[in-house]
């Protein structure tokens, strides 16, 4: 349960960051459920696209599957720490007025972290079905915080919302690592 807890919450750190930053543009009632749709459904889907593919992966390459889940959370931490801010600022520029098929690539931009999660909880056999449905929660509830918040809260917040989801994935695999070479389980 801890793993399955400390696996989602810098997902939610991620997604309240963007949400809040699109917050800032003022976003009427339609496009705020609208877009936590979009994140519910995006979110929610690609972590089952990473399931498929890690526990694949995890039925091939056997008793290595925990190494290569722990190196494919450093991977998406480090991705979280060396965020381009100016690329973030024009996501969630083209976020707010997307439309249509822009809004399949937004939302797949904005999911890539879900897709390398999935991955490592197929290599980790973390259950299926909870893991989804929370993932799915929390990105609607946590978008919709986010947009409400948004203009509230300042930027460099918002900014280093991302960096802690880095960081507490680095520390997940760091945990992970030392549960694996102690022989403990968590």
């Known amino acids: 349960m801890i793993r399955f807890a400390a696996l989602i919450l810098p997902l939610s750190l991620d997604t309240f960051a963007v ?3 699109l917050g800032v543009a003022g976003l009427t009632r ?3 459920v609208r877009l936590s749709v979009l994140f519910t459904i995006f979110e929610g889907g690609m972590p089952l696209i990473g399931l ?3 526990a694949t992966l995890g039925r091939l390459v056997g008793g290595v599957a925990d190494y290569v889940a722990i190196a494919a959370l450093v991977g998406v931490g480090v991705y979280m720490l060396r965020s381009d ?3 973030e600022a024009r996501r969630v520029a083209l976020f707010a007025r997307a439309r249509g ?3 399949i690539g937004l939302g797949l931009s904005v999911s890539l972290d879900e897709l390398a999660i999935g991955f490592t909880i197929g ?3 973390v259950p299926l079905i909870p893991v989804v449905a929370f993932i799915a929660i929390q990105a609607f509830v946590v978008s919709q915080l986010g947009f409400a918040l948004g203009g509230r809260i300042g930027e ?3 900014e280093n919302a991302e960096r802690l989801a880095g960081v507490v994935l680095i520390a997940l695999a760091a945990l992970l690592l030392a549960s694996k070479l102690l022989g403990l389980s968590f």
């Open 19 to 21: 949400a809040a930053s």
């Open 30 to 32: 339609n496009e705020r």
């Open 52 to 54: 498929l593919a890690g």
């Open 85 to 87: 801010d100016e690329a």
């Open 101 to 103: 098929a822009a809004l």
């Open 123 to 125: 290599l980790l056999r």
């Open 156 to 158: 460099r917040w918002r």
